[in-house]
């Protein structure tokens, strides 16, 4: 089992930057595909980002801005967003999915672990 805590949200301003981590526990991270999401008020949760095993990346359309990235050593995933906009405020939440083979990695239901989200607002 893992346990996800994340970390780094805030209030900023648009244009500005945050940086968002996961921290995991286990002795197990590296066999995790990992995955951010976000859900805003009123709205669905939407897949932001993902990270293969390999280090493969995977991001949404809307989300040219950020990077994921991934510290096995540190059983931690990253999201560096940039250049943020009024509608990235969202809480985010990492996920990790301990599935081999093919995985749909924007679908929410192909993760079986998740945080508890930090809150990220940009005002503008």
């Known amino acids: 089992q893992v346990q996800l805590v994340e970390s780094g949200g805030g209030l900023v301003q648009a244009g500005g930057s945050l940086r968002l981590s996961c921290a995991a526990s286990g002795r197990t991270f590296s066999s995790y595909f990992m995955g951010w999401f976000r859900q805003a008020p009123g709205k669905e949760r939407e897949f932001v980002a993902a990270i293969g095993r390999s280090g493969s990346t995977y991001y949404a359309d809307s989300v040219g801005r950020f990077t994921i990235s991934r510290d096995n050593a540190k059983n931690a995933v990253y999201l560096q967003m940039n250049s943020l906009k009024p509608e990235d405020t969202a809480v985010y939440c990492c996920?990790?999915?301990?599935?081999?083979?093919?995985?749909?990695?924007?679908?929410?239901?192909?993760?079986?672990?998740w945080g508890q989200g930090t809150q990220v607002t940009v005002s503008s």
């Open positions: 996920a990790a999915a301990g599935k081999y083979g093919s995985i749909r990695y924007a679908r929410s239901d192909e993760y079986d672990y």
